[in-house]
């Protein structure tokens, strides 16, 4: 078995854009399954902006570190099916979740905690939800979006006008999705009129626009006109300062990322005074530090789509040595919902 | 009596740094004392940074408006002595705070609710206690101070590493004190050697430093080699970026004001994705949104104050007039503690 098992590996840093070049499928030897082991097949793998970051040298302290050149993709939450076990709990045939990345076998610890603290060897309950699910709205996705509208206070409170950026996102479209089920006006922006559309007319939000439809602020305004109260951000830049300009006294921020920010030199807010005028919070905030929240988000999360409240939306990429193609679209936008390499059955 | 009253009032907008050239003091004629209203003469007035923000004609949206030209000052808290009285409660002689500003004389309403929510006119107890204390510790310096350390939760938290710039200012050096008083490590920074000096021989913080001697980030991992948890923001610009970088995970951030962006054109913090990668919460704030918070501080900064261990700092000019002067060596970092204009006895 072992000849028949490969991974990929990042050949080089890439400069702007990520190439297939910038990556190698190699064959790996796997090591024999030792006690407290099992050997997991990969079906399904995640393809997320984050690890854009990690594809730098100068990975950003405090984020995960840079993936080395030329090994195995550790710390990608990836799903398979268990073909051999020497651990308790964790039976041939199983469905589990695990971090070892672009890879199509992989003999994992049962007891090691993962890198991000949230996919260490588990088992999944798939009884009723699709396995791959657990990439997206049941896992770190969900939590990612979920920890955001915790980190503003957004679950337990009153109506509120929420912005949410980068809709048409994996992260995006839940926060949306979630936000409509906790009873929040959403205000949704993409970057394509076909997502507005969307999201407009499959996902449900209450307003929508692309932001390439003249300037966000003027956008913003249309759709909000008595501004906003909370505003989820993924892209940073331009789209934080019109969220600043447009937030109502005692708005709350959650800052996820700045997507827009990982291939060219970041820039800050100009107009972050307006945080003091208007006693404004921002709280930056990574999915993984709140594996507290896991729980009750997939609780929550599997009775909305089993119900039908929550659309699950993926784009899938056929075959390991997809994945960089996948990464380059999702980067530059051409993916919706939830980005999926399918490694096999 | 009228032909005796004065006041200040804004000429032209400054471009730049603020001259005298820029105001011009006018008598004026008082209205009658009406029913409900008293006539108080001013013996002390304030000046602060945020005066800097009012003197433009594109005052930002949420704070306060820009003061028009030829119109007296209004919105600046101001002690005096009442010396005619149609309202109940207020008594001739009695010490009193409004906010009529930058005038040797004001007919005030005793019902008015000021433009701050704060210093509607209100009659202070100076038993034991300066009268332009309120103007300081006692009041809008030491309510800033004191939310700030509120809206980061530094009120009743374990001890913490905290960082505080501008720290030989009218906030920053109560931000020093009372969290000292709480508990926590403190770190300030200034902008003249003297000022580090007084820091550490006066007002007793654990560590300082000269904001000009070398690169932040240098001398703050010297002053604080283990990082920050809490950041009290005065300044903005490279200070927010310094202290972004120095912070341990979950570190929260007081937005005060940027008083380095007033006079130029502000630059956000280019490493604002450390937010994210280190769960930072940033909460901006102005001190007169927390008028809760007022009798809590008054009491807590009254026996701070009467037992040693706030020291009261103040700069004094004497007479309305030099009120232009002393906003120009405050915003120029001429003045230590909280910047004073002595009006009347």
Same mark, same amino acid.
């Given at each position: 078995?072992?000849? @028949?098992?490969?991974a990929?590996?990042?050949?080089?840093y890439?400069?702007?854009?990520?190439?297939?070049?910038?990556? @190698?499928?190699?064959? %790996?030897?796997?090591?024999?399954?030792?006690?407290?082991?099992?050997?997991?097949?990969?079906?399904?793998?995640?393809?997320?902006?984050?690890l854009r970051? =990690?594809? =730098?040298?100068?990975?950003?302290?405090?984020?995960?570190?840079?993936?080395?050149?030329?090994?195995?993709?550790?710390?990608?939450?990836?799903?398979?099916?268990?073909?051999?076990s020497?651990?308790?709990?964790?039976?041939?045939?199983?469905?589990?979740?695990?971090?070892?990345?672009? =890879?199509?076998?992989?003999?994992? +610890?049962?007891? @090691?905690?993962?890198?991000?603290?949230?996919?260490?060897?588990? *088992?999944?309950d798939?009884?009723?939800?699709?396995p791959?699910?657990y990439?997206g709205?049941?896992?770190?996705?969900?939590?990612?979006?979920?920890?955001?509208?915790?980190?503003?206070g957004?679950?337990? +409170?009153?109506?509120?006008?929420?912005?949410?950026?980068?809709?048409?996102?994996?992260?995006?479209?839940?926060?949306c999705?979630?936000?409509?089920?906790?009873?929040?006006?959403? %205000?949704?922006?993409?970057?394509?009129?076909?997502?507005?559309?969307w999201?407009?007319?499959e996902?449900?939000?209450?307003?929508?626009?692309?932001?390439? +439809?003249?300037?966000?602020?003027?956008?913003?305004?249309?759709?909000?006109?008595e501004?906003?109260?909370?505003?989820?951000?993924?892209?940073?830049?331009?789209?934080?300062?019109?969220?600043?300009?447009?937030?109502?006294?005692?708005?709350?921020?959650?800052?996820?990322?700045?997507?827009?920010d990982?291939?060219r030199?970041?820039?800050?807010?100009?107009?972050?005074?307006? $945080?003091?005028?208007?006693?404004?919070?921002?709280?930056?905030?990574?999915?993984?530090?709140?594996?507290?929240?896991?729980?009750?988000?997939?609780?929550r999360?599997?009775?909305?789509?089993?119900d039908?409240?929550?659309?699950?939306?993926?784009? *899938?990429?056929?075959?390991l040595?997809?994945?960089?193609r996948?990464?380059?679209?999702?980067? $530059?936008g051409?993916?919706?919902?939830?980005?999926?390499?399918?490694?096999?059955?």
């Open positions: 078995m072992s000849n @028949e098992a490969y990929l590996q990042v050949s080089r890439p400069v702007g854009q990520v190439g297939a070049d910038d990556f @190698e499928l190699v064959p %790996v030897d796997l090591p024999e399954v030792a006690d407290g082991q099992v050997l997991v097949r990969t079906t399904w793998t995640s393809v997320d902006p984050g970051l =990690r594809l =730098r040298a100068d990975a950003p302290e405090g984020y995960f570190p840079a993936f080395p050149l030329h090994q195995p993709m550790d710390g990608i939450v990836t799903i398979g099916v268990i073909e051999e020497r651990a308790e709990g964790f039976p041939v045939g199983a469905t589990v979740w695990h971090s070892y990345g672009w =890879r199509t076998h992989a003999v994992v +610890d049962a007891g @090691e905690v993962a890198m991000n603290g949230l996919a260490s060897l588990r *088992v999944l798939v009884d009723g939800i699709a791959q699910t990439l709205p049941m896992g770190p996705m969900g939590l990612t979006a979920y920890a955001g509208l915790h980190v503003i957004a679950i337990d +409170d009153e109506p509120r006008t929420i912005w949410v950026s980068a809709a048409a996102g994996a992260v995006g479209v839940l926060v999705q979630m936000a409509r089920q906790l009873g929040h006006r959403v %205000v949704a922006s993409a970057g394509t009129d076909e997502k507005v559309r999201l407009l007319d996902i449900g939000v209450d307003a929508a626009f692309d932001r390439h +439809d003249g300037p966000l602020g003027e956008s913003l305004a249309q759709a909000a006109p501004g906003i109260d909370l505003y989820f951000d993924a892209v940073g830049g331009d789209h934080l300062e019109a969220a600043l300009a447009a937030m109502r006294p005692f708005g709350r921020i959650a800052l996820c990322g700045s997507v827009g990982y291939e030199e970041p820039a800050g807010p100009r107009n972050l005074f307006l $945080a003091t005028s208007k006693n404004l919070t921002m709280r930056g905030y990574r999915g993984s530090s709140y594996v507290d929240l896991l729980d009750e988000m997939q609780r999360v599997r009775a909305w789509i089993q039908g409240s929550v659309t699950v939306k993926e784009t *899938v990429y056929d075959g040595d997809q994945a960089p996948a990464l380059a679209d999702l980067m $530059a051409r993916t919706t919902g939830k980005t999926l390499v399918r490694v096999g059955d």
